[in-house]
């Protein structure tokens, strides 16, 4: 059994990757799939210290993250759609209608 | 079958949500939309009389499901306002989406929303918190892409999802990291567990922050507030009234709860994270930033977004104030001021959905002279917005006013300073829209005759303004409400 | 029905008088045919009968002294009015009472024959007049003096300012308000003072405020942070501020010579007898309390005399006959204060009265004298009219030569009495007053002069213009005053002939008895005790008849000086040797040494300087400052509101760097790196 | 229970008025406006109040107590009366309202009953004002009263009201949160010795020395602080000089009748304020500064007075006196004697009257020559003569001409300034007297220049002269500044007992 | 209670390896075909990491919700969504360097701050389950709050019932956005 510390360094890493992917890519598409790589540094993190602690609250959350995280997906995706619709494109830069 | 009785204000709602569901799949007769109306609004209304009733008589403070649900005083006293928020925009509505498709769908999110708000109120820990958060945020993003092909909408819905996805992210990864250093999520286990076995101090801080900014996309504090303009302005204006005063007090509620009872200050400054001062900071910038850019708005629904930002920077002061002598006060206060913003907030956004449905363009200057022409509505509006300045035409005066009153007791005088100083600015806008409805010259083409009175808008905002003004001579009931909650909360 | 009773009626029939004329006059004009004259003659000749009454009561030793009515509350005596008879005031009740009456007859013909309009304000404003001066007259404290020193100032300024229409009346009441108020700042603190040091300002009784400084000075005890001699003099020289302001003397004499705007009865009754003499009748009033500080007396004698010799210089430029008697009275209220100053309390009095009498005299011979000349005042276009107006010319003569001081008129008299008791009391041990005395001297020389030019260019020599050719008839109510005046001019000075007493050997002094019957400490003999202990005046025994023969001989010889300059049958103002030899003088005098400039500079520099600078100075920066932080905090909304961009990916940006800054601050704070 | 009934008819009777047609409001309102002036007569008549109110043995008239609600340790009440201070406040305010009535009915032509309606509740907030002894109750009224003054300004007034309007709200607002801010540090200070806003409580705690520091500011700093604070909030109301800029813009903007009970009593708000909380509250402070506030007074006075010698419009000139005679108040106030406090409320009386009066003329020579500037108008007495003679009248009045109320109460002031123990008491008084020569300058400039010589208006408009119900109401006020010059002691026996009080609390010279 | 074999740092650092790669993948490929391919190896990698963690159960549902529903999902809705747009050549995956990666550098700052706090946290034991106990059957106690479970955990009933609601709302959701309306006015 690798030290705890490992995953957790491994999911701070795969959450920075998520963020990264936010801050830069344009698509929202890409968005909407670095979060997904977020969320699954979160349930990593939950499962590692569910085994640290010895009690199951950890991975029965994580299943509920999965659940939500694919709710999140579907809306995300009828989001783009209708983005799709409207700006004929979903470079997330091109909607800047509304600012100041 | 006592638990789900203490449940009653949030059933009532989910019950009302899931009847929506069922009628539109059932029925498809042409009246359906009175009917969809009725229920939301029966709905919600017996949500607040069971939750009023509910902390008349028993007045409880039990955890419920393991403790996993919490129900007392606070719970009741924030149901009391999401459920009458709910109620508001669910009678505008009416009115609003009558021309418009996906009605059922409207109102079944909306109410589902609204559950999900008042479980958030009575979550007792991490997992009832972040579930509820979604059910909470989910439908919102919806309800604000509502109208399909209207750019605006869209792009405001956009910007809502990916914030609000990005921050529940972070939301969850903070919970995580204190499930790591706790080994629980109840906010009562998490308590104990930091008092007498601190340890990874560094991941706990850092999860406590992430968990704040979870909560500061909730109530649109700064640097999360981001996504607020753009989303109140693009929805349709019941949808940004509901989210801008329901959706800020489930998480206001849900701050004070983990705030207060997951992390209390004195057990959490011994690990070195005083985060009273993180709320300082949030406070002081949310209500600058939130006052300063709503003063040279030109869209007046823009300014009103502003507005609510700048307000929850106000009720941020009560958190921010907590480490000082007056803790019930300052909570009771801050809390006060949700219940009573709750009603102006939404009476002013239903004026705007009600200019929007006599298609009044979105400028202040096309307010000028709408005085003369609606002057009941006007005079409501005018009511809201002075009530919301800090002007004694509604309870907003004395709510303000006992908040900066409850900071300088704790000792932070300077907030309240830079509090009033805000409040100073907030009459400089809210007086610009009150002198285009009232003092400008009225604009030639302003027909509003044509189009008739849109009943629904129209009693929600007599109702809001009815409770505002009321709200100042009989102040009463809400402090005891408020403070009974804010005792409860704070010992 | 005690003796006493009818004082309050002195007052208030003029007051009635006023109230009738004023709403008479608004509502049924027609009841008044004379447009309120008759109430006011009526009024006045009660008050004048009243008075006279009075005389034999007080000679005979009853006084009366107590408030009558309540104004406001006050810890020791309570602000009050009062009436206070005592010999002093009723000799100034029955002179201001007789005047008064003489200037309404007067008036019938100035104001009625000339049908002007707007009599009825003329008329209520003349009774608010008399009103307001025959309180103050019997006024037994110095507050309610005051008020009726300020109502009186009112009553001119409304009837200076009577032809409201033209330019020039108005600014001239203008300026005589402002200037006596300026005077009336400094009676204002003096009040203030007197009744915050002493707790009470009533002039006579026990604890009447002099004799509260006279203990106070005795007993040696600091009194309110200051030692009662310097607080006597500090709120003397205060209350003399106001005096100099209302009866014209040197720094604020300019008002009266403008204040000849007015009608001439206004003027004879306002600006010559009545309301300039307030002022020093106030020093008379407390001279108990002057008597305490020799400093304050001998800066009294002082300015009496430099402006006595300083008007009557000025008087012997003026073209205008109006001209010549407003220098005149300032420059004899100027005798007045030099008596006072100098201790003779008596010859002040006696002065006062006979001035007030021969004054009043010359102003309506003067009215008359316009009348006739169709409204011009101008003495160079008269000439000749002493065959024309004989009453008039033998009643002008009697004046003028009462003025000048010659031998069996008032003038004579009273004069010489000043001028005894000034050199008196100078050789006597105060030698600052025998400049009071050389002023005075010179100055009889120059009044001699000046009324012998005003007597010939008027009515001698030959008529230098039409209407000194065919002068307007004038009818009984003009000539009546006049011969009154003119025979009270002639007889007044019976009253007090103390030189011709030194050379009978028989005791004529009849004023200095009648002022000797005063209550306890308002004798004219406990006077001359104060400033005797207190001033140091020691009286030199001066022969009277000396300083008679002086006087009257440097008179003489000044109106032979005139004689000699106007004797040619046409004389012209640029033939004069006068003006040609002392150009340079006689534009000074003409331009009055240049004292109304100066005034109106500073008037003016106050108003353009420095007003517009507070005012500039108020909007730039008070009113700046303001603006710029409103316009500061637009500025900074401006840029915050930039902040939004609209892009999603910059406000994850800024997010992501938030939560990574607030980690970063407490991660430090908190010390877990 | 009598105040209530004063205050809810005036509060109903307005709201009546709003929401009524225009035809005849200008009637109905008049009418109505005449139901508290009754009621507050009634209340003047069997007055039974002694002493002053918030200090002990000051015996309080129509008291009553209701409790209103409680928040945490302290409980709110609506605790109203009246003291010998506030009946002639409530009086002033009761009789100006009628009149500034009277005298919109020629000027205000639209939207009448809006502006009727405005008039009646700002003087049902201005009676709450004088009224409450609760902090909260009285802060609601306090700032009640800003929302109709900005309307009336902002809708009905001259060319630049809007800004004239905004401004004055702000500039306002914000000094009423500082003043909340600095009680707020008071009432913490107290702690828990007291339990209510009641400010008869607080008084009491404050005077046996209750206070005990707040946070870093141990008790004397915190009282100077909250001193310095409700200084500088009431200072703005008052106007006091460094302060008053919002006052010229609103007095000239905002229309006649507005302007009335603006100078006439809105600022006699701050002025009272100051009286309790200031000079009775924190005595002690005010008295260790006085010598300081009588300098910033006297500047007030000369200041204010130059600043008006500097005006050429009428408004602007009646505007600019206000703040010298509410510097005389300030003189007043910090004198600290049975006279110098007794002369001050007095001066807020006569000062209400004479520049309502003086409004009022104004505004009559505006409605008829349509301009106001005096370099455009002379020899208006020719065709005006009665407008003209109660300008005069008004004029002299405020210049202190003796038997009209300007004198009594600036004499009173002077005396109890003059006798006061502060250092350099006499100079400061004395200086600061002489701003009656100044206002005589710059009124009797005005009078001779706007009323004398030959009548000539610019564009000669056909002058509309005033009517009877327009004159009406200035010679009712000329009629009482007469009789309150004549005999002061109709208010000024109430307001000496009332502040007998505040002089012995102290120890000061009680005599002068 | 377990050492560290060197085998399981062995397989770990290999898996990690993979984890890491394809997720970085995922967020520097230019073509979104190609990340959500990405993405599903890395959803596979962390699956067989939960598995190195005993909790089999987890990766079970990790490989059945994500690989099988969210990836199916994003890629229909890649081909919606470049159905529409001109449809680029499928070259081989290629990675857009550029300028605009500098604004990633908030999510680096995060990372190392994270792991400079990481390294001073000194981690206890872990206490791991008694290998006999099955925890996919005490999993199922927790999720309905029955008592009988062999490994304690907290009462997930509450958040069981509210998930299902959120569900339900997520559907409504995302039925109403993606529906095309009959001409909807806007």
């Not at chain 2, 809502?160 to 996805?165: P, Q, R, V």
């Not at chain 2, 363009?361 to 300045?389: C, E, H, N, Q």
């Not at chain 3, 000075?493 to 011709?500: D, S």
Request: glycine share 8%; proline share 4%.
């Amino acid at each position: 059994m690798v030290p705890i510390s490992y995953y957790i360094l491994l999911s701070a890493a795969i959450f920075s990757i998520g963020l990264f992917g936010v801050l830069t890519r344009r698509n929202a598409l890409m968005f909407l799939i670095s979060i997904e790589l977020m969320l699954n540094a979160a349930n990593l993190n939950f499962v590692a210290f569910s085994t640290l602690h010895g009690n199951l609250t950890g991975q029965v959350f994580s299943l509920f993250i999965l659940a939500l995280a694919a709710a999140e997906v579907a809306v995300g995706i009828g989001i783009i759609l209708v983005l799709q619709r409207n700006f004929s494109g979903i470079d997330v830069t091109k909607a800047v209608t509304l600012r100041w | 079958m006592s638990d789900l009785v203490l449940l009653l204000p949030q059933l009532c709602i989910l019950s009302a949500a899931l009847l929506v569901l069922i009628y539109n799949t059932i029925f498809r007769k042409s009246t359906k939309l009175t009917i969809l109306t009725l229920i939301a609004v029966v709905g919600s209304f017996c949500s607040i009389a069971s939750a009023i009733f509910l902390f008349i008589s028993q007045s409880p403070t039990v955890t419920i499901f393991g403790d996993q649900l919490v129900v007392d005083g606070s719970s009741l006293f924030f149901s009391v306002i999401i459920s009458s928020v709910t109620l508001l925009v669910s009678i505008a509505s009416y009115n609003y989406i009558k021309p418009l498709q996906n009605q059922a769908e409207y109102y079944s999110l909306l109410l589902l929303a609204a559950a999900g708000m008042g479980l958030m109120a009575s979550a007792n820990s991490l997992v009832i918190a972040f579930v509820a958060m979604e059910l909470a945020s989910l439908p919102s993003y919806a309800l604000v892409t509502y109208l399909k092909n209207n750019e605006g909408s869209t792009e405001s819905g956009l910007k809502y999802f990916l914030i609000g996805a990005l921050s529940s992210a972070i939301f969850v990864y903070g919970s995580s990291l204190i499930y790591g250093a706790t080994g629980s999520l109840g906010f009562t286990a998490i308590s104990e567990s930091i008092l007498n076995t601190p340890s990874l101090s560094g991941l706990l801080g850092i999860g406590i922050l992430m968990v704040i900014g979870g909560l500061a996309f909730k109530t649109t504090s700064v640097p999360f507030h981001f996504w607020a303009p753009d989303a109140y302005e693009g929805a349709i204006s019941p949808v940004s009234a509901f989210i801008s005063s329901a959706s800020k007090a489930a998480g206001f509620i849900l701050a004070f709860r983990i705030l207060i009872e997951a992390f209390p200050l004195d057990v959490v400054s011994s690990i070195g994270l005083d985060w009273a001062l993180a709320i300082q900071i949030l406070a002081v910038l949310t209500m600058t930033l939130g006052n300063f850019a709503a003063a040279l708005q030109e869209n007046v629904k823009r300014m009103l977004a502003y507005s609510s930002i700048g307000h929850a920077g106000y009720v941020l002061i009560g958190l921010a104030a907590l480490s000082g002598s007056q803790d019930t006060l300052v909570i009771g206060a801050s809390m006060m001021h949700l219940m009573i913003y709750g009603f102006m907030n939404t009476g002013a956004f239903l004026f705007i959905a009600l200019a929007e449905h006599w298609n009044v363009g979105p400028t202040f200057k096309d307010y000028r002279g709408l005085g003369s022409k609606a002057p009941l509505v006007s005079i409501a509006m005018t009511v809201f917005l002075f009530s919301l300045a800090g002007l004694p035409t509604g309870g907003g005066f004395l709510t303000k006013y006992v908040l900066f009153m409850a900071a300088v007791g704790a000792g932070f005088w300077w907030l309240a300073a830079i509090g009033a100083i805000n409040s100073a600015l907030s009459l400089y806008f809210y007086t610009r829209l009150v002198k285009s409805l009232w003092v400008d010259p009225p604009i030639s083409d302003l027909n509003i005759s044509s189009k008739g009175i849109p009943v629904g808008i129209y009693v929600a905002i007599l109702i809001a303004a009815v409770v505002t003004i009321l709200s100042l001579p009989f102040f009463s009931p809400f402090a005891d409400f408020a403070m009974a909650a804010a005792n409860i909360l704070i010992s | 029905m005690g003796p006493f009773d009818l004082i309050a009626a002195i007052p208030l029939l003029p007051l009635t008088a006023f109230l009738v004329i004023l709403f008479a006059g608004h509502f049924t004009p027609s009841a008044l045919p004379k447009c309120g004259a008759i109430p006011g003659i009526l009024a006045l000749s009660g008050s004048f009968i009243i008075s006279l009454s009075l005389l034999p009561l007080v000679y005979s030793g009853n006084f009366f002294n107590n408030s009558i009515y309540l104004w406001a509350t006050w810890s020791i005596s309570d602000l009050h009015f009062g009436f206070l008879i005592d010999p002093l005031s009723a000799l100034m009740l029955v002179v201001v009472s007789l005047i008064a009456l003489l200037v309404f007859i007067h008036s019938l013909g100035y104001m009625n024959d000339q049908n002007e309009q707007g009599l009825f304000r003329y008329y209520a404003g003349l009774s608010l007049f008399s009103f307001s001066m025959l309180s103050f007259v019997i006024s037994d404290n110095l507050l309610m003096s005051f008020i009726f020193f300020e109502l009186v100032g009112f009553c001119s300024w409304v009837l200076i300012g009577f032809w409201f229409r033209e330019d020039a009346p108005p600014k001239a009441a203008t300026k005589a308000f402002l200037v006596t108020r300026f005077g009336d700042y400094f009676f204002l603190i003096g009040v203030v003072a007197v009744l915050v040091i002493f707790g009470t300002a009533n002039f006579a009784g026990p604890n009447s405020f002099p004799v509260l400084a006279k203990s106070a000075i005795l007993s040696g005890q600091t009194l309110n942070g200051l030692d009662p001699q310097t607080w006597v003099t500090i709120i003397g020289l205060l209350i003399l501020g106001g005096v100099i302001g209302k009866s014209a003397q040197f720094p604020l004499h300019t008002w009266l010579p403008d204040a000849m705007e007015g009608p001439t009865p206004v003027s004879a009754l306002i600006h010559a007898a009545t309301m300039v003499a307030a002022g020093v009748y106030l020093v008379a009033r407390i001279y108990g309390f002057y008597a305490l500080s020799p400093t304050t007396l001998a800066i009294i004698a002082l300015v009496g005399g430099f402006t006595a010799l300083l008007a009557a210089t000025m008087a012997t430029v003026k073209h205008e006959l109006k001209q010549v008697l407003a220098y005149s009275t300032i420059s004899q209220y100027g005798y007045i204060m030099l008596a006072l100053g100098a201790g003779g309390y008596v010859a002040g009095i006696f002065h006062l009265t006979t001035h007030a009498i021969f004054k009043a005299l010359l102003f309506l011979g003067a009215g008359a004298v316009i009348i006739a000349m169709h409204h011009d005042g101008d003495m160079w276009n008269m000439g000749g009219l002493r065959e024309k107006l004989p009453v008039t010319y033998w009643c002008f003569i009697f004046g003028s030569l009462a003025l000048a001081g010659i031998f069996p008129f008032a003038g004579f008299w009273s004069k010489d009495e000043v001028l005894l008791e000034t050199l008196n009391y100078g050789l006597g041990g105060s030698p600052i007053l025998l400049i009071g005395y050389a002023f005075g001297l010179i100055a009889v020389f120059v009044t001699g002069f000046y009324t012998f030019r005003m007597i010939h260019l008027t009515f001698h020599g030959s008529p230098r213009s039409q209407a000194a050719r065919e002068p307007h008839s004038l009818r009984w109510n003009i000539k009546l005053p006049l011969v009154v005046l003119g025979s009270l001019s002639l007889l007044a000075g019976a009253i007090n002939m103390v030189p011709l007493g030194e050379i009978l050997g028989i005791d004529l002094s009849y004023l200095h008895h009648w002022l000797d019957t005063a209550p306890s400490n308002l004798t004219a003999h406990h006077y001359h005790e104060l400033t005797e202990s207190f001033s140091g005046y020691h009286s030199a025994y001066f022969s009277s008849i000396i300083s008679a023969i002086l006087s009257l001989a440097v008179a003489v010889s000044g109106m032979a000086f005139a004689w000699k300059l106007y004797q040619s049958p046409n004389p012209t103002e640029s033939g004069t040797v006068y003006s040609t030899r002392f150009n340079t003088i006689y534009r000074i005098l003409m331009h009055n040494y240049y004292q109304d400039d100066y005034q109106l500079m500073i008037a003016s520099l106050t108003r353009n300087k420095l007003a517009t600078f507070a005012n500039i100075f108020d909007q730039k920066y008070l009113d700046g400052l303001v603006n710029e932080l409103s316009s500061k905090s637009l500025s900074l909304s401006n840029s915050i509101r930039r902040i939004q961009t609209g892009a999603v990916t910059n406000y994850a940006l800024l997010l992501s760097i938030g939560l990574v800054l607030i980690l970063f601050i407490f991660a430090l704070l908190g010390g877990w790196l | 229970m009598l105040i209530e009934l004063v205050i809810l008819s005036a509060f109903f009777s307005g709201l009546f008025i709003l929401f009524s047609s225009d035809e005849n409001s200008h009637k109905f309102s008049f009418y109505l406006s005449l139901i508290p002036l009754l009621g507050t007569l009634i209340m003047w008549i069997n007055f039974d109040g002694s002493g002053n109110a918030l200090l002990n043995g000051g015996k309080i008239a129509f008291e009553t107590y209701v409790p209103w609600l409680s928040l945490g340790s302290y409980s709110l009440s609506w605790h109203v009366g009246v003291d010998g201070i506030s009946m002639p406040l409530i009086l002033l305010t009761s009789i100006l309202t009628p009149l500034a009535i009277l005298s919109a009915w020629t000027p205000i032509n639209e939207r009448k009953s809006q502006f009727y309606g405005l008039v009646l509740i700002i003087e049902a907030a201005l009676f709450g004002v004088f009224v409450a002894f609760d902090f909260f109750v009285w802060f609601v009224f306090w700032e009640a009263v800003l929302i109709p003054m900005y309307f009336l300004i902002a809708i009905w007034g001259g060319t630049r009201r809007k800004y004239a309007a905004i401004k004055f709200f702000i500039y306002t607002n914000v000094a009423s949160l500082v003043m909340f801010i600095g009680f707020m540090a008071l009432i913490f200070g107290l702690g828990d010795s007291i339990s209510s806003f009641n400010l008869i409580d607080i008084s009491t705690a404050l005077h046996s020395g209750q206070l005990d520091g707040l946070g870093f500011l141990d008790a004397s700093t915190l009282k100077y602080v909250a001193f310095i604070a409700l200084f500088i909030g009431f200072g703005v109301k008052v106007p006091i000089v460094p302060l008053h800029t919002w006052l010229p813009d609103a007095h000239v903007e905002a229309p006649t009748p507005a302007s009335v009970i603006l100078a006439g009593v809105l600022l006699k708000m701050g002025t009272y304020a100051l009286l309790r909380f200031n000079f009775t509250l924190l005595a002690d402070v005010a008295q260790k500064w006085a010598s300081i506030i009588a300098i910033i007074a006297a500047v007030s006075v000369i200041y204010g007075a130059f600043l008006a010698l500097a005006q050429t419009d009428l408004k602007r000139i009646v505007a600019y006196s206000s703040i010298s005679s509410m510097g005389y108040v300030l003189l007043g106030l910090v004198a600290y004697t049975v006279y110098g406090l007794g002369g001050a409320t007095f001066q807020m009386i006569s000062h209400g009257l004479l520049s309502g009066l003086l409004f009022m003329s104004v505004g009559l020579i505006y409605n008829a020559t349509h301009t106001r500037s005096i370099e455009d108008l002379s020899g208006l007495a020719d065709k005006m003569p009665l407008t003209s003679v109660i300008f005069i009248a008004g004029a002299f009045g405020y210049m202190g001409l003796p038997l009209m109320s300007g004198f009594a109460a600036e004499l009173f002031i002077f005396i109890g300034a003059f006798g006061a123990n502060f250092p350099f008491a006499k100079l400061i008084t004395a200086i600061s007297m002489f701003g009656i020569v100044i206002v005589a300058g710059y009124l009797l400039l005005t009078i001779q220049r706007v009323f004398f010589g030959t009548f000539e208006v610019k564009g000669n408009p056909d002058l509309a002269l005033p009517q009877i119900h327009d004159l009406m109401p200035l010679v009712v006020i000329l009629l009482m500044i007469i009789a309150l010059g004549i005999a002061p002691n109709i208010f000024f026996e109430m307001i000496q007992d009332a502040v007998e009080p505040m002089v012995s609390l102290l120890g000061g010279i009680s005599d002068v | 209670m377990m050492e560290t074999s060197i085998s399981d740092l062995l397989v770990f650092l290999f898996f990690s390896g993979i984890t890491l790669l394809s997720s970085a993948g995922v967020v520097l490929v230019k073509d979104v075909w190609h990340s959500a391919l990405l993405l599903g190896v890395a959803l596979l990698s962390i699956a067989v990491h939960y598995v190195l963690l005993s909790a089999e159960f987890i990766a079970a549902m990790q490989v059945l919700v994500y690989v099988g529903g969210v990836l199916i999902l994003i890629s229909f809705a890649i081909m919606l969504i470049r159905r529409k747009m001109d449809p680029k050549s499928m070259t081989s995956p290629s990675l857009n360097m550029g300028p605009h990666l500098l604004r990633g550098v908030g999510a680096i700052a995060f990372f190392l701050l994270f792991s400079s706090i990481l390294i001073g946290a000194s981690f206890v034991i872990p206490v791991g389950f008694q290998d006999g106990s099955s925890i996919t059957k005490s999993i199922g106690y927790a999720m309905f709050g029955l008592p009988g479970a062999s490994i304690h955990s907290e009462n997930f009933l509450a958040a069981f019932e509210i998930i299902d609601i959120a569900l339900v709302a997520a559907l409504v959701a995302a039925v109403m956005l993606a529906r095309r309306d009959s001409g909807g006015e806007n």
